[in-house]
Structure formats: structure tokens, C-alpha cells
């Protein structure tokens, strides 16, 4: 169901504190911390002795000590203290994850820590590259990570999910061109000469036609980068110009429940704090549209009837080649 050997975002950065935080990410309970010395680190969160959660506990110096007994856990997992005992015994440990802090966003790494492959972090660098601005939130999503990336993969479903937001009756109209690109899969659409969408209007300040870019960026095992470009065309010459960056990361909880981490980056009307307001402000409204389908999704699909199957069509490439793509390395890595 989930690859282990691969990055997923479990936090921001601002949620690494003194304070511990339980989160499950693929079914795995983890405890979030940071030291006393700013470390970030994950830890299983559940205490050898007795299965308390650590989470419920507090930091001390570089330990997190179990609010149960007193066990004391220290970033590699190995107990180091037990209240009233001078001598550890060697299985008093939990297991340590291994962590890249990055770009405002904690990532941790499923499998085994020693495999762990920095390569292979997913790219955000929009998050603090000069020239961009925006902001990063959560979402909880009572849906499988899978549907949430189809969602993003195809964004057909925007003239009639998005009518009030992002829609545009041309999305339909134009078709999507699909192909492997790296590790992952990009889709792309372009729609030239359209009108502008209600939140291209408000944001970019777009009155007449557009040519509008989409390019659509997944990469193993749950990260999708969109790029939005939309660009007025008058008498033949470019007059304004809009690109975002919208970033999302889909740390699958367990099975059916998504962790949604998301920022939306834009390189137009930089330092402009009231621009930032709306483009979360109505991007929060998108997804929300976007919630209500999700999760109604899962709840038709959990009951579907013996033998059922999607009907696919060409816009589905994306999702159909992503869905591919995750099945060969989830049964690759189930081999080794």
C-alpha cells in the first residue's frame, strides 16, 4: 500500500518544539520533537515498557522522557535513563527516523534510517527562494493519499468543482499531454486565448483573454508540484504576467486519512502582505471544494460493489501513469 524507502513530509518546521506532537504517517505512530539544542527528530511513539505514548511526555535537554515512568529516549532511540535503575537493558530503545529539515518543512524518511537517500528529496525550493512568496498550511483529509494525487493530476474537475474559484469552461477544451519526467510523470495543458478564471481575476488583475499554462509535476510518493502561468496577450505583445507555484506534499496517515501539507508560492506583487491574505484566503476555498468530493469519494468507494471499475478517458493519463508508476515500485521494493 505505502513505500517506506522514500521522503515524506510529517511537519513543519514550527511544529518541532519543547512540546512533543504525536502524528501517524502510514499507520506508524511517531513523536515530534525538537531538543534542547534545535535538533528536529522523530521517534516511534510508543515506550518499550509499556506502550504509553512518549508523545505524552516532555523534553528534557536532548531526551525525551515518557510521561508514564520516566523512561528518557535520546534522538538515535536508545534509552537514557530509567528512573531508580543504574544499568539499561539493550532492548530499552525505540526507533529513531531519520529527518532533513528543509525549507520550513520537516521530512522524514519510512524506511530504514541507514538507506535513507537525501537524492531523493522531493524539491520545494519555492518555500524560501528569493523572487517568490506565499505561505504553507495543513489540511486534514479523510480520503487515501491516492485520490487526493488523481485530484491534483487532473484538474479537469476545476470547471465544475472550482466554478466560483479556479474554474474556466475551457479546461475542458483543451486536451492534456502526458509523459514520464524524471522520476515521476508531468502532465501539461495549455490553453491559449482564454478568459481568466475568478481567481486569476482577483489575484493577477487579468480583464481580457489569457494564454494560461499548466504543468503538472508528480514525483514518488506523494508530491505534486503544480506551475501556473498565465499571461495577457495584447496587440501581439505581452502586457502582464502571472506564475504560481502550488506545492503539495500528501503524507498518506493510514489508509484512508491524508496528512495535506500545501503552499501556494506566487513571483508577482512581492511584499505585498494584503495579496498574500487573498491568495491563501481563496486557495483554503478551493480545497475545501475540493474536501467535500474527496472524502464523499472515499466513503462510495469503501462500499463499491464486487468487480466494479473506474470507466477511463484520455484526461486520466496522468493519474493512470502515476497509478502504474506506484504500483511497480511499491512491488519492487516488497521484493527486495
Known sequence: ????????????????????????????????????????????DRCPHRGAPLSSGEVCGESLTCGYHGFAFGPSGACT????????????????????????????????????DESRLPDYHWLNEPGWEGRSEYLPVKANYCYVRDNLLDLTHARYVHRKTLGTSAVTDYPIHTEMHGRGVRVTREMPGIEPSPFFRRMGGFTGPVDHRQQIDFTP???VVINTRVTSIVGGSENLSAEFQVLNALTPENERSTHYFWGLMRNFALGDEAV?????????????????????????????????????????????????????????ENRS
Open 276 to 332: 498574500t491574505e487573498m491568495q491563501q484566503k481563496l486557495n483554503r476555498e478551493t480545497f475545501f471544494e475540493d474536501l467535500s468530493i474527496l472524502e464523499q469519494q472515499q466513503m462510495l468507494l469503501d462500499c463499491k460493489p464486487e468487480g466494479w471499475r473506474p470507466v477511463a478517458i484520455p484526461n486520466d493519463g496522468g493519474c493512470l501513469q502515476a497509478e502504474r508508476l506506484m504500483s511497480r515500485l511499491i512491488a519492487a
Open 1 to 44: 500500500m505505502f513505500l517506506r524507502n522514500e521522503w515524506y513530509v510529517a511537519g513543519f518546521s514550527r511544529e518541532f518544539c519543547e512540546r512533543p506532537l504525536q502524528r501517524w504517517v502510514l499507520g506508524e505512530p511517531l513523536a515530534l520533537f525538537r531538543t534542547a539544542s534545535g535538533r528536529a527528530v522523530i521517534l516511534e
Open 221 to 223: 510518493p506523494c508530491h
Open 81 to 116: 535513563h530509567i528512573p531508580g535503575m543504574s544499568t539499561i537493558p539493550p532492548q530499552a530503545r525505540v526507533r529513531s527516523y531519520a529527518v532533513i529539515e528543509r525549507w520550513g518543512w520537516v521530512f522524514v524518511w519510512m524506511g530504514e534510517a541507514d538507506q535513507a
